[in-house]
């Protein structure tokens, strides 16, 4: 199908239980329908009932909400796009000239002969239903440029859609939860940070009020884009067409950062639309499948990892590292990540930054002595760098004051003593390139983790006549190009995204990378919660989760480390702790620890997340979450304690997600040691549980529950059910 429609023609997209319905033949097609599966026939009949009353005070005909929503067709919210020419052809006219239609994907030829501007839009059914939405905005050959101000893919939702759940949050706080209802009016969270931030919105949902994680309709949205964003939800009295409210994202355009000269083209980032009748686990399902379809997700197992940090800081010294890399192998580490210091003049966090060659003081023989210990105790070896940045105090910045991105007017503040290269700037980025590329093949790097430790600020390029242009956009693309750059110079070179945090958790790093870093904080109390909304988005095995020192030197609690295991078991695993200094059975609790990780992470990282909705809601004090076997073959769940509660017994808590038709063998697995309780005699159930296993029906497990043990605050008890047919 190649020209536009007849009026009442519909196409119907399809995959894994999710039905999107467009009706061609006006002048834009419109979205009757985005949510559970549909039969043709139904979707076929539904042009007949998609228009709704002409409203009193109103514009003449029944409103209509289009894929490409303007004011040209009576709509009063958000546009899909706005601009300018030269402060006229504000006013967008859009006409469909083409129309390709196949199962799963739909592009949309859209032309607005008040601008000049061809706007093409791919829609297309990812595995698991997610919807991909990316736009393209081309001007064509008029004279004079055409400013575009905003860009945004926007899909309607039905009435019953009336609460919103989003993010936001702080360092070492990332993804906190925040719900309201949406009421009306628009709910815009703009992200200015340049990189979307510890605050990020990160996913937004809305649902039928009280929506849970195993039920509710919800219908969510993401925007893969790793510099500034725009999520919005809007409510007008009139609705949106027959359908009740609108949600939407795209990258949030500073003015005058795209101008489109002839021929000129702006590619929008692709923005995420996820639909679940099961609630948010259903919608985190969903999202995961289509996140591990991808050819780039990690095909071999996630190795554990020591990362050097929390160990010795700045403080690098070869026999130190060496016993440390020794200590690790023994333990189980499989990869080795020497953290911040390495660099010239690196000794504290002033000076160093972009002048990425090894220190010759600290490091007289460069790398190597370390690098082949590792290797020869048969672990892989990582890096820690941060090209993006640079701080006042090296070598690339006195030479090249032009390469940092500030206005012309004079620097900003710093933050943490650095500030921003530009890597739009052709000369800086190669010579970054070339410095990384050199690294990598001079010392055999299997892993680089890649940070990111500060908000953009006045992120505007220099031109040499003194005018500064906004440079979010491209500072992103640039940042895109040379980790695209690498990976092809090195195909098996493993990348983890940090950000001071996880402040940049966004599907387009990770179409580039390996891993996030959830978190700066290894406080298991904190990290229960980041890491159960990172994995809203993201499976487990794209989540970095570390085992740190007894005391959290981010908020300086002091935690058990069963808790502490337990914790980081759910996530790609690693370890950042002094193990040189640990005891004897410190390391042997470690290395039963690794084992049972390697044991359970095909499970972990290839099985369905799974939360359960207890008292308290998105800030419950008790957990319980898991991961089930696709095939519901086996699970691993943490029941889990963060405060003291009211209610003296938790009482009978259902295990989510196992099938109800087999019966399953219900261990305890105390490699990670056992928690504290609070309780004079746990239910007789766990001393079998522990022994050699329980065996129940699943529908025990699902429907009814077992009755949990009373743990203190800062437990967790580990359960793994298996299958018993």
Known sequence: ????????????????????????????????????????????????????????????????????????????????HEGHADGVATTPRLTTVGVHAERTALRLELHDAVADLDIHVEYRLQPGGVLAVTPTLRRRGRDGHYDLAAVQALLPVPPRADELLDFTGRWCRERAPQRRSLGFGSYVRDVRRGRPGHDSPFLMVLGDPGFGFRSGEVWGVHV?????????????????????????????????????????????PTVYFGYSAGGLDGLAERFHRMIRSRAVHPATPRRMLLNTWEAVYFDHDLDRLTRLAETAAATGVELFVLDDGWFNG???????????????????????????????????????????????????????????????????????????????????????????????????????????NRDLLEAVSRSPDGRDRPAVHTQTAA???????????????????????????????????????????????ERQRIQRWTAQLLPPELIGAHVGGATSHTTGRTTSRSFQLVTALFGHAGIEADLAAASAAELDELAAWT?????????????????????????????????????????????????????????????????????????????????????????????????GGLRVPGQLLTRVGLPMPSLDPGQALLLHAVATD
């Not at 007008?236 to 500073?254: D, I, K, N, S, T």
């Not at 110079?489 to 966004?506: N, Q, T, Y």
């Not at 369905?608 to 696709?630: I, S």
């Not at 196992?658 to 766990?686: F, T």
């Open 595 to 691: 084992g049972l990780y390697r044991e359970l992470r095909p499970l972990l990282h290839s099985g369905r997340v799974v939360r359960a909705d207890l008292a308290g809601g998105d800030e419950a004090p008790q957990l319980l979450h898991g991961v089930v076997a696709a095939d519901g073959e086996a699970a691993v769940f943490a029941w889990v304690q963060l405060a003291t509660v009211a209610v003296a017994s938790p009482g009978r808590v259902p295990l989510p997600g196992l099938d109800d038709g087999r019966d399953y063998v219900v261990r305890v697995r105390d490699e990670a040691g056992r928690p504290s309780m609070r309780q004079l005699v746990a239910p007789p159930w766990l001393a079998t549980a522990q022994a």
């Open 346 to 452: 690196r000794r504290d966090p002033t000076a160093g930054l972009g002048d990425w060659t090894v220190d010759p003081t600290m490091w007289p023989q460069g790398l190597a002595p370390l690098v082949d210990t590792v290797h020869r105790l048969g672990l892989r070896f990582g890096l820690w760098v941060e090209p993006e940045m640079v701080n006042l105090d090296s070598d690339v910045a006195r030479e090249h004051p032009d390469w940092v991105l500030a206005p012309s007017a004079g620097l900003g503040p710093s933050a943490r003593h650095q500030y921003v290269l530009d890597l739009s700037h052709d000369k800086a980025w190669q010579h970054v390139f070339e410095q990384l590329d050199a690294l990598i093949g001079e010392y055999r790097l299997d892993f680089l983790k890649w940070d990111h």
């Open 224 to 268: 893969g884009w790793s510099g500034n964003q725009r999520y919005l939800a809007e409510r007008l009295p009139e609705g949106a067409g027959a359908h009740g409210a609108v949600l939407g994202a795209g990258e949030l355009l500073r003015p005058g950062e795209i101008r489109l000269g002839p021929g000129d083209e702006y590619a929008g």
């Open 479 to 525: 940042v895109y190009r040379l980790l695209d750059a690498l990976r092809a110079h090195h195909p098996d070179l493993e990348i983890e995204s940090c950000a001071s945090g996880g402040a940049r958790v966004d599907l387009g790093i990770l179409a580039r990378t390996d891993r996030v870093w959830a978190s700066d904080t290894n406080d298991p109390y």
């Open 1 to 80: 199908m190649g020209e536009p429609g007849q009026a009442g023609e519909v196409v119907h997209l399809r995959r894994d239980g999710i039905s999107v319905v467009v009706e061609l033949g006006e002048a834009v097609p419109r979205l009757l329908h985005w949510g559970g599966e549909l039969d043709d026939p139904t979707a076929n009949t539904l042009p007949a009932t998609a228009d709704g009353p002409v409203l009193n005070s109103s514009i003449d005909q029944p409103r209509r909400f289009s894929l490409w929503p303007t004011e040209a067709e009576g709509w009063s919210g958000m546009p899909a």
